[in-house]
């Protein structure tokens, strides 16, 4: 067994068992966790020490003298239904009233924005008023039968991570936390001196684990304490009246209500963002860097690291921007929930070294009588370890009550396989990613920004709204691929670089994947059309480039050869070639395995050229199209799975033109894959299952190798 | 048996067994078929003679002097991808050049349009030309990686009827008929002097069944004799030089091309009617109805009537308009399909009687050796059976070779039977339709201008893309119900008649059925509210008052407690409320027997007040809700079944909060109906199916009587 590039839990009074655990794990640092103490024994553990520090709660007794300076966010009322020409719109029916309550402070014919839905007018200010006494807007001079919205801003006046955990453990009169918002400079000054005090009084601290910076994601409560919004890219808690005057001096116009609640999506990033969005969060990272910059720096000149973690109040640090190096951040820690998740820690740029946790994280919920949370912990593994073959973490942990994983000595014993495997792995390799064979571009209005972040709600969560997306994220991850992210202004601006070989653009129609209005500029669509008739890929999953624009759905339905039916032009006859039995994209792969996860109804070839591979019922789920030299390839859907992720490989491959190149560095079992690693002569074949695998590799020179491979073995070869 | 009220065809020399079929099925009517001589011996039969008259075609050697009149259409070419600055777009590779050859008479540069569809843009006349040798159009100055469609009027050489009859069939070298377009004066005067010429010649003849009048429905032949455009609605083939300078002097605009082949779409009844569209209807009306009286008034002038075919070349005569009965036709005939196309005849105001033909008809294709044409003929009639109660055919009749109907002694029989069970309903109803119990009407762009029209491509022919709305039409049309058909306009010129019970808007999201930018007109969205709010009744189906506005899909989800997520709010927690097991409006339907249609995605409960009562994975696919007095009912399909009427029957009282008269004259038994006539105080049970039904009805004064039905069987019963 190895030892190093693993971080422990600790927990209080746990102290012999810890470092037992900690030898057998072969960890080298020691976390806290949320509201667990380092004794000293642990302390003089004789491992690197991470603190988790929390920047802007956890001060209560300040807070209450600042009850003005804690977070913000524009909430929009129900729509409520003029009956007569008045309308009494209550604000908080469907709030919750112990995290939210209305902002009173800040003028409301100032700040606020009475919406009529029905006609889309912006009421005058005099149309209307906030009651004094109750939490009702008056409105008057109304439509009748037009539904009304009033956006008012809100305090939020407790911390939504508290909430969460709270609520959910049923933590009774625990006092509720206050966050700040630093955007007010005594809130920022408080935050600096009391890291400055901080750092004096923890000298035994290497690592400062910052959990996290200052703007929480959204996670709004309703009336009846669930969850009434979540959004894990969700900007809407970075809003203030200070916030708007300095947005309004720096970028020269105002923000109104509506940018931010948005007629109910409230910033999803499924929605095409406006300039305004934009302009927004390129404000708050700005704000956010130029402090955490503050912080960092304070921590460095104690000697210490400064580690962030990817989430919770995360909003602003927009770690893929290009400004995100310049903070000094020494490390990335985040939540492995996926392969795409480990991915998204491990591609930041900027840092020393990332750090996964690793799941399970040990809690009741994973470790009660009975459980084998070793099954969780194989899994997170497996599909981590894919992904950390392409782009390497260089450290790894878990989290919780380390007490608990004490009792399940299997999954004691796993861990150490497990932990051994990725110190093996980061040695073997050194650190480097395995070596790609395709350079993918996934294309939308984001690009870079949200690189991994594509298609999620709530982080590592596919729904039924996004499995059939997130799959190709998912895929991607560990596939042998590099994996750039592209925005429509990237390709606009500067073109399509040269070493890109496919292009993907993915997701359902009106959305910023997909891309929306965006393909209604025909320099755009003639740019993309010019570079895959040169002979390049594109992959469209779902209802790519689908704007309704001169008569067509898919504005590259030329290059996919297949469009969407939307009604309006059924007297057309539309006739489906034969399906494709054999082809190249579903060579190994059983035709009945196919999943293309939700339909998407009514799409068709546009003429008897398109390849039709699968199709059900009037629905083209895969087909492919000769586009000049280039080519274009459509899944209707791509849902995560071993096979599925072969299928994206091979369509990827296909697309490119480079199906000579497919079968070395590949196996003939889709539940493995190999990894190359060429500077060191050596690969990895891994077995994606929990079961046995068999596969054959093929390497150059037309040679083979048999792997009999265990369940979720990985196993190493030395090429002479 | 009686006698009466029913035509037969005839053929030559079959004059014995004419005579007898004639008698066993009771006709008092003769016809020829399309191409059947009536030989002396019919017309000496004594019954009535009807013989088709075919106004504009069957004249070749008049035409090969007139071939500038023949009709003609705009065709767009296919999309013509530039690869540098010049492009040349071929014109007719996909058109059949038997049926069409390109217009050069009319100068292209003010004829045509050549549209950049990447751009939008129309490109300037100085940038194209056709090439005088080929039927090319060269392009140049173009945009490198647009597509470029030119369209280019053509002439329609060949009649498209005979067309499909003569390929169908396989005719070989029969030779081609070819229409003729009466918009040019000398073409008029032909047709008015050949028709006086053939009431002279004809004066045997009691009746003139024009088939039809001028205009063809859209059907267009591709370069592989198949079908490639066919639109039963469609009035693409009504354009001409002559029209559209009439049109302009007459509107005082021009016509574009692109109002005719708007994309690709071709005028479709499912894309929302532009202006344009609508007034180049009404400007086609007016000459259609203008000429077509001049041939009526000389019909009945010679002493004969005139009836009109609804079909083939029928378009402009717009039998629901309020200017056709000025027309003065006395008589309509046409093809009983279902239900609905039996309504789309009766329901027509401004004649003196309604003639069905029914199916089968007497071809080859369904009287085979060993076929039983019984089946589809009882088929054909249990669905016209129910319309007719409703709304009265005065007429019935077959079509095709009575020599070939003769070799089915079976079938002979059954005609029989359907023919005296016709007569009796007749007889019985007094000519009248049932009574009906509710008031219902159908809300969409077009009104009662396409009453029983609506979601129709071809005639009578469901497919996987309407099969889930035009299944409404179909339960209508022989429910208990009065059914009106509003437009819009309509409604927001006139309001809503008071009578009218519930209104339903139904159809896939962007077309003119479910109503798309309509309801982004506050007028139109508050006055429906105001409407059912008073304690009216809202049916939707699909994706109703569906356009993206406000943060809203389905703009009155809030009278049906249902909206569509399009990925623009997946971070609102979509809580839905338990499924309802028992409601009034299922229940007499077996829950595993419900089956709406093609799925409608993502749609969602939009608060816990919605009464779900049938959902699946997300999609809601049956709720209702409270809406103040009033109600509202979501359906997301309704494909025709004896259960799905039933449950549109109780949603639509349910909706109308008449629940507590649903059960007198209601069948327990859902493959039963009953008409009830209360002038006469008689009702007819009818077993819709055919299997043999018991069923219980409801009476007045919680009276019940129970019925055992023969498959197929109507049974009358007097109440005292």
């Given at each position: 067994m190895s030892v190093g590039r693993f971080t422990i839990p600790t927990e209080e009074n746990f102290i012999q068992q810890s470092t037992e655990l900690a030898e057998k794990w072969g960890a080298d640092a020691i976390r806290n966790s949320d509201g667990t103490h380092l004794d000293d024994d642990v302390i003089n553990m004789g491992k690197r020490i991470y603190s988790a520090y929390f920047p802007n709660r956890g001060h209560n007794y300040f807070m209450k003298d600042?009850?003005?300076?804690?977070?913000?966010?524009?909430?929009?009322?129900?729509?409520?239904?003029?009956?007569?020409?008045?309308?009494d719109v209550p604000l908080m029916v469907t709030y919750f009233a112990e995290q939210l309550t209305i902002n009173r402070d800040a003028t409301p014919q100032r700040f606020w924005e009475v919406i009529d839905r029905t006609s889309g007018e912006v009421l005058p200010i005099d149309q209307w008023e906030l009651d004094p006494h109750t939490d009702v807007v008056?409105?008057?001079?109304?439509?009748?039968?037009?539904?009304?919205?009033?956006?008012?801003l809100a305090y939020v006046i407790w911390d939504p991570v508290q909430m969460y955990n709270h609520i959910t453990n049923d933590w009774g009169d625990k006092e509720h936390e206050i966050a700040f918002d630093p955007r007010h400079p005594e809130i920022q000054e408080f935050m600096l001196n009391t890291l400055d005090k901080w750092l004096v009084d923890n000298p035994h601290v290497d690592v400062v684990r910052f959990t996290t910076f200052f703007y929480q994601f959204t996670l709004i409560f309703n009336n009846e304490r669930k969850e009434k919004i979540v959004d894990w890219t969700g900007f809407a808690v970075t809003v203030s009246p200070r916030a708007l005057d300095e947005f309004e001096r720096e970028y020269g116009y105002r923000m109104r209500p509506e940018h931010f609640v948005d007629g109910g999506s409230y910033g999803s990033s499924f929605v095409y963002p406006s300039k305004e969005q934009r302009d927004w969060l390129d404000f708050t990272a700005d704000f956010v860097h130029s402090l955490m910059k503050q912080m960092v720096e304070r921590v460095q000149a104690a000697g210490k690291e400064a580690m962030m973690f990817l989430g919770d109040q995360w909003i602003g640090t927009e770690p893929y921007s290009d400004t995100f190096p310049a903070v000094g951040m020494d490390a990335i820690v985040g939540s492995v929930g996926d392969g795409t998740t480990?991915?998204?820690?491990?591609?930041?740029?900027?840092?020393?070294?990332?750090?996964?946790?690793?799941?399970?994280?040990?809690?009741?919920?994973?470790?009660?009588?009975?459980?084998?949370?070793?099954?969780?912990?194989?899994?997170?593994?497996?599909?981590?370890?894919?992904a950390i073959l392409r782009s390497p973490l260089e450290r790894m942990g878990y989290g919780g009550y380390l007490s608990l994983a004490a009792k399940f000595p299997k999954f004691v014993d796993d861990v150490a396989t497990i932990a051994n495997e990725f110190r093996d792995i980061y040695d073997k390799s050194g650190g480097t990613g395995a070596q790609a064979q395709l350079t993918v571009a996934l294309l939308d209005a984001w690009g870079a920004r949200r690189s991994w972040q594509e298609f999620t709600v709530a982080h590592?969560?596919?729904?039924?709204?996004?499995?059939?997306?997130?799959?190709?994220?998912?895929a991607l991850s560990g596939m042998r691929v590099n994996v750039r992210f592209l925005s429509f202004d990237d390709v606009l601006t500067n073109g399509i670089d040269s070493d890109i070989d496919v292009i993907i653009n993915a997701g359902p129609q009106g959305t910023s994947y997909s891309g929306a209005q965006a393909w209604k500029n025909p320099q755009l669509v003639s740019l993309i059309r010019s570079w895959v008739s040169s002979g390049k890929g594109f992959v469209g999953v779902g209802q790519p480039s689908a704007v309704e624009h001169g008569g067509r759905l898919f504005q590259l339905a030329d290059i996919l050869g297949v469009d969407q039916e939307?009604?309006?032009?059924?007297?057309?006859?539309?006739?489906?070639?034969?399906?494709?039995?054999?082809?190249?994209?579903?060579?190994?792969?059983?035709?009945?395995?196919?999943?293309?996860?939700?339909?998407?109804?009514?799409?068709?070839?546009?003429?008897q050229q398109t390849t039709v591979i699968s199709g059900l019922d009037g629905q083209v789920q895969l087909a492919v199209n000769s586009y000049d030299d280039g080519r274009g390839v459509y899944l209707s859907g791509l849902p995560y799975s071993a096979l599925n992720a072969r299928l994206l490989e091979r369509a990827l491959f296909y697309a490119a033109h480079k199906e000579d190149q497919y079968a070395v560095w590949g196996s003939s079992n889709p539940e493995c894959e190999v990894a190359y690693f060429a500077e060191k002569g050596i690969y990895a074949v891994v077995n994606n299952s929990e079961q046995?695998?068999?596969?054959?590799?093929?390497?150059?020179?037309?040679?083979?190798?048999?792997?009999?491979?265990?369940?979720?073995?990985?196993?190493?070869?030395?090429?002479?």
């Open positions: 600042h009850m003005d300076c804690v977070p913000m966010v524009y909430l929009m009322s129900e729509r409520t239904r003029a009956t007569d020409t008045t309308v008056h409105i008057h001079n109304a439509h009748p039968m037009h539904e009304y919205t009033v956006t008012f480990t991915r998204m820690i491990a591609d930041i740029k900027g840092v020393k070294y990332h750090e996964g946790r690793f799941l399970p994280y040990f809690f009741p919920d994973s470790f009660y009588e009975g459980a084998d949370p070793s099954i969780e912990a194989w899994d997170n593994w497996r599909k981590a370890r894919r590592a969560l596919p729904n039924k709204y996004n499995r059939s997306f997130y799959g190709i994220l998912e939307i009604y309006h032009s059924l007297n057309v006859d539309k006739y489906w070639p034969e399906l494709t039995e054999d082809h190249f994209v579903i060579q190994d792969i059983p035709r009945e395995s196919l999943d293309f996860g939700e339909a998407i109804m009514n799409t068709f070839p546009i003429s046995p695998q068999h596969t054959v590799v093929s390497l150059p020179g037309s040679k083979a190798a048999t792997f009999d491979l265990a369940p979720s073995a990985i196993e190493w070869t030395s090429i002479s």
